[in-house]
T-cell receptor
Framework: DAGVIQSPRHEVTEMGQEVTLRCKPI?????LFWYRQTMMRGLELLIY????????DSGMPEDRFSAKMPNASFSTLKIQPSEPRDSAVYFC???????????FGPGTRLTVL | GQQVMQIPQYQHVQEGEDFTTYCNSS?????IQWYKQRPGGHPVFLIQ?????EVKKQKRLTFQFGEAKKNSSLHITATQTTDVGTYFC?????????FGAGTILRVKS
């Protein structure tokens, strides 16, 4: 297996633009997690899914953020409109059970100018 | 809400010295996981502890889970330059997963 795949790896955009981050979990994993990492706030869990259903989205910072998982092999995290304070590294991770080992993707480094 | 505090934030050691990072949760955890993130990389799973008082070893790394399942520690014996990175603990309490802020380890050769 190729591991968790994220795209793009780097994204530079201007304030106000829509940003869509993509994630393909490891095949067979039924949990998917989205994280944001910054120097100031560390690693934050934004939302996680089980069997494509959002379980806990309490970490989503505000309505500008939305996440979907239309099927077991694909998830998106969308920011609309983006702001400079959204600049961070966004990680996607998957696991085969809620308390099991999480496999992280390489991350998307987002810069909002 | 649930919080996981991790200390120290940063430690710079001489190669060969020992290193310890501690995690403390405000609530009882069902399990605790440890991850390592190299500079510029992504977190990589190290180990999971589930039982009260559990101790696990991986070569020079020793992991402990407290009796009350509210604290944990990672100890590295005789650090090497390959140990550099940020070490995170992560705990599940109910439906919430919370990561500690991480401890950045630097090793001087």
């Amino acid at each position: 297996d190729a591991g968790v795949i994220q795209s793009p790896r780097h994204e530079v955009t201007e304030m106000g633009q829509e940003v869509t981050l993509r994630c393909k979990p490891i095949s067979g994993h039924d949990y998917l997690f989205w994280y944001r990492q910054t120097m100031m706030r560390g690693l934050e869990l934004l939302i996680y899914f089980n069997n494509n259903v959002p379980i806990d989205d309490s970490g989503m910072p505000e309505d500008r953020f939305s996440a979907k998982m239309p099927n077991a092999s694909f998830s998106t995290l969308k920011i609309q409109p983006s702001e400079p304070r959204d600049s961070a590294v966004y990680f996607c991770a998957s696991s085969s059970g809620r308390g099991n080992e999480q496999f992280f993707g390489p991350g998307t480094r987002l810069t909002v100018l | 809400g649930q919080q996981v505090m991790q200390i120290p934030q940063y430690q710079h050691v001489q190669e060969g010295e020992d290193f310890t990072t501690y995690c403390n949760s405000s609530t009882t955890l069902s399990n605790i996981q440890w991850y390592k993130q190299r500079p510029g990389g992504h977190p990589v799973f190290l180990i999971q502890l589930v039982k009260s008082g559990e101790v696990k070893k991986q070569k020079r790394l020793t992991f402990q889970f407290g009796e009350a399942k509210k604290n944990s520690s990672l100890h590295i014996t005789a650090t090497q330059t390959t140990d550099v990175g940020t070490y995170f603990c992560a705990g599940w309490g109910g439906n919430k997963l919370v990561f500690g802020a991480g401890t950045i380890l630097r090793v001087k050769s």
